[in-house]
């Protein structure tokens, strides 16, 4: 696998497991029925470092970016996204795009990184702790689950 800066003509072939996972509703903060339009404009927006992740025969089978999480005084706080195509999950790709950004994120003079809305019951959540990110909040009942029910929201925070 080889993680490289993603190119806009990558998009089609990220669409397809970002759709896939955003619809599902069990992990992403985002509309479920986000047109492929605004979808890449959310994720492909200016201003955002995004990589995907390509298996031996250059299939893309992930992707992730780091941007910053505010402005200002406290541009220095990276935010980051991450998808693995569903299909391919359990195969280390995210720990590699996650292990990927934290690098990037510190080499370009980022001091911290913060995810504002982790669904608590996302898989991911145990990744985010194996690499050092702690829970500074939760905001109960945030998230209507599609199987779940009312679950919160994990505000994590590690320093780089």
């Not at 706080?77 to 195509?85: S, T």
């Not at 510190?106 to 995810?115: C, E, I, L, N, S």
């Not at 194996?130 to 209507?144: D, M, N, Q, R, W």
């Amino acid at each position: 696998m080889s993680i490289r800066e993603a190119v806009a003509d990558d998009w089609p072939r990220i669409w397809p497991f970002w759709h896939r996972i955003v619809a599902a509703a069990d992990t992403y903060a985002w509309d479920p029925d986000t047109s492929e339009e605004d979808a890449r404009a959310l994720w492909m927006a200016p201003g955002k470092q995004v990589f995907v992740a390509e298996d031996s025969s250059g299939v893309v089978v992930g992707s992730a970016y780091v941007t910053p999480n505010y402005g200002g005084p406290a541009a220095d706080v990276a935010n980051a996204g991450f998808m693995v195509d569903p299909d391919r999950t359990g195969q280390g790709i995210g720990r590699a795009l996650a292990e990927h950004i934290l690098r990037t994120a510190k080499d370009d003079g980022y001091r911290a990184m913060v995810f504002n809305a982790v669904v608590e019951t996302n898989p991911a959540v145990k990744l985010w702790m194996s690499l050092g990110f702690e829970i500074v909040g939760t905001v109960p009942y945030a998230y209507a689950h599609p199987t779940q029910g009312r679950v919160g929201l994990h505000i994590m925070h590690r320093a780089l």
